[in-house]
């Protein structure tokens, strides 16, 4: 069991930052990747964050939609992961939420352990 809990949504104006955190608790062993995903319109959560927490190293894989303004992140010492989201775009306003999952991947179906969310609004 796997709980996540996100925070640091807000309302920012285009171009200007916002640095969202996932608390990590439970057991991580068999779900080591973390996930950041946002839910934009349409049925589906788009995935555009990944990185492997466990151990050294640390992989990450983002989605072309973000690569070169998003970074993920973690902090071992305070069982949280990051991520950081610079330049924003209107474009990226959405309900943002981490989840913990076995493969390193951006599909949703590869993550079972989910947060509640945190809101991002980006102002034009």
């Known amino acids: 069991e796997v709980q996540l809990v996100e925070s640091g949504g807000g309302s920012v104006q285009a171009g200007g930052s916002l640095r969202l955190s996932c608390a990590v608790s439970g057991n991580i062993t068999t779900n080591p990747y973390m996930g950041w995903f946002r839910q934009l319109p349409g049925p589906e959560r788009e995935g555009i964050a990944t990185?492997?927490?466990?151990?050294?190293?640390?992989?990450?894989v983002y989605a072309d939609s973000v690569k070169g303004r998003f970074t993920i992140s973690q902090d071992k010492s305070k069982n949280t992961v990051y991520l950081l989201m610079n330049s924003l775009k209107p474009e990226d306003t959405a309900m943002y939420y981490c989840a913990a999952g076995g493969r390193r991947s951006l599909a949703e179906a590869d993550f079972g352990y989910w947060g509640q969310g945190t809101q991002v609004t980006v102002s034009s």
């Open positions: 990185k492997y927490i466990v151990g050294f190293g640390g992989s990450t």
